[in-house]
């Protein structure tokens, strides 16, 4: 007879990426360079519908965003959005999928969970990324 346990451990590991993996419905809510984006052609990191970017958590800069190309972003995303918390290496600690934008993807402005706000200088900075950034959105919620 085979006895079978699942037994939760705790470990410490650093977080340093968030990934965006969220389902645009509006690209044109979007200006990239002081250009209204009509079909999600300038936007970097346009995937199909998804829009892709990885945010180094610390610095608040969007990884490989295009130097001298700026963004004001004000997508609707819903619950069509995923977004992950990796380590340096890029596994994936935790993360939330198909669900409600966290607070973390909206620096600008609040997004009742709808809508991923924030803008993005030439460097790939993103303005109001604040030093400490929320991510107890991807904690596991007590009923």
Known sequence: MKHIMKIVTEKEVEIKYLKIKAGVRYWEDATVNGVDDEDGSLIPFK????????????????IHWP??????IHYKVCDDGSYYLLTESGSIVLSIEEYYVPEIACPEERGYGDYIIMNVDES???????????I???L???D
């Open 136 to 138: 107890e959105d991807f």
């Open 140 to 142: 596991p919620q007590e």
């Open 124 to 134: 790939g900075k993103i303005s109001n990324w604040p030093s400490n950034p929320c």
């Open 67 to 72: 130097i001298g190309t700026t963004a004001r």
């Open 47 to 62: 995937n199909g519908k998804m829009w892709e970017p990885t945010i180094d958590i610390d610095q608040g800069v969007v």
